[in-house]
């Protein structure tokens, strides 16, 4: 199944990212168009397609991975990256539907309820980079073993404000902290004291596929008529995810 259209931003992202740290991967949804080859990295005829990941194996880590909009992103990207042939499981502490479903991709999920098991998983996973999906557990560990840490805010949190100190130090000491917009961005800089030179940002998306989109002639024909009935589609704007 290939990766939604408003995901592949996001997976863009990941593969500059880990670019950034001298690994050269094609995911799923990016082409060689899509991402810029960075200083040093080998020309196109140098890789080899059915090479190993040259050793990264990624972890997924939030709270609980039942159901909902972070958890369903989550799913998504996991879904997309184990397809582009680079190993992918998940850490939370709870699981639930999300969790069975995905398992049928073979993609694995590890629950783990103290530190002696968060460690075990990245040990015997070899994690490499670990992109936290708030989801702040076990971060001392992933540094102590060498795991790069990727921070994905998908909010303004705002009710962290009162304890910012799990936020603030995983946002200051990540490799990278991923933003889903600009208000998001500024709002972390600012409450948190993240380094903003550490932020990228991935502007939320929309998607798109499935939805009938009228042209501008048919709206304008549909506005000039008297005689028929408009519907209009309103949508909740929610200003602390800062999308609709």
Not at 75 to 93: E, K, Q
Not at 144 to 168: A, C, Q, S
Not at 186 to 192: K, Q, T
Request: aromatic fraction near 8%; proline fraction near 5%.
């Amino acid at each position: 199944v290939p990766l939604p259209t408003c995901l592949q931003p996001t997976m863009r992202m990941i593969t500059h990212l880990l670019d950034a740290f001298k690994y050269e991967r094609n995911f799923a949804g990016a082409t060689k168009d899509d991402v810029e080859t960075p200083e040093g990295a080998p020309a196109e005829s140098e890789i080899d397609p059915q090479r190993s990941s040259d050793g990264i194996v990624i972890a997924m880590q939030l709270e609980a991975f039942d159901r909902g909009g972070l958890e369903r992103v989550v799913f998504d990207l996991c879904s997309g990256i184990s397809a582009a042939g680079v190993p992918v499981l998940i850490l939370c502490r709870s699981a639930g539907n999300l969790a069975d479903e995905i398992s049928r991709k073979n993609i694995k999920v590890v629950v783990f309820g103290n530190d002696a098991a968060y460690e075990a998983a990245l040990r015997d996973n070899h994690v490499t980079h670990l992109f936290l999906h708030h989801s702040y557990t076990g971060t001392d560990i992933a540094s102590r073993l060498g795991v790069e840490i990727f921070d994905v805010v998908h909010n303004t949190y705002f009710w962290k404000i009162g304890h910012p100190g799990p936020v603030r130090k995983v946002g200051q000491s990540a490799a990278a902290v991923i933003c889903v917009s600009s208000r998001v961005r500024d709002f972390h800089v600012r409450a948190f004291d993240i380094p903003e030179a550490k932020t990228r940002l991935i502007n939320n998306p929309i998607n798109t596929e499935g939805l009938i989109i009228p042209e501008t002639g048919q709206l304008r024909q549909i506005r000039s008529s008297s005689n028929q009935t408009t519907f209009l589609n309103v949508a909740n704007f929610y200003p602390a995810k800062a999308q609709v």
